[in-house]
């Protein structure tokens, strides 16, 4: 996984720190000392994204070292939300993790595995919590709203 890092110098940390701050907020950034080891800096939010992205990989690599049961069935046993999943559903949750996840570490975007792991969590949650039993209110004539100040 590379990924295009903007460079600072140490010494422009010090002068200018709000300008490097910022772009760390935005994507990491790699800061270069001449006296040492250069340094990645970035967010909180990246940083805990990336934690997130290597614990769901070494999940998919216990799944993928297990040889009992179908890629659905052993991804369950790891992930049990999935088992309130309909069997074809659970296929296809198998499927979209797998690409996700490999998508996001061969491009170093954590947030491509994050956002189809908790899409497919949260739909599990919602479907045990009945949410898709509730037959929903449709509105006979639609509702007119402002739109919005910039």
């Known amino acids: 996984m590379s990924r295009t890092l903007k460079h600072f110098q140490s010494s422009e940390l010090s002068r200018n720190s709000l300008k490097v701050f910022s772009a760390a907020e935005i994507s990491p950034v790699l800061?270069?000392?001449?006296?040492?080891?250069?340094?990645?800096?970035?967010?909180?939010?990246e940083a805990d994204a990336q934690s997130e992205l290597f614990e769901f990989a070494a999940q998919l690599i216990a799944v993928t070292t297990d040889d009992d049961g179908s890629l659905e069935e052993r991804m369950a046993n790891r992930f049990p939300w999935m088992l309130a999943l309909k069997k074809e559903s659970r296929k296809q949750c198998a499927d979209d993790l797998v690409t996700a996840a490999r998508a996001a570490l061969s491009t170093g975007q954590a947030h491509l595995a994050i956002a189809e792991l908790t899409s497919w969590r949260e739909t599990a949650i919602a479907l045990a919590a009945g949410w898709n039993t509730i037959e929903p209110e449709w509105l006979d004539e639609p509702i007119r709203v402002e739109r919005p100040v910039a």
């Not at 800061?31 to 939010?45: F, Q």
Request: net charge neutral; aromatic share 0%; hydrophobic share 35%.
């Open 31 to 45: 800061v270069t000392r001449r006296d040492g080891e250069s340094l990645i800096l970035m967010s909180e939010k």
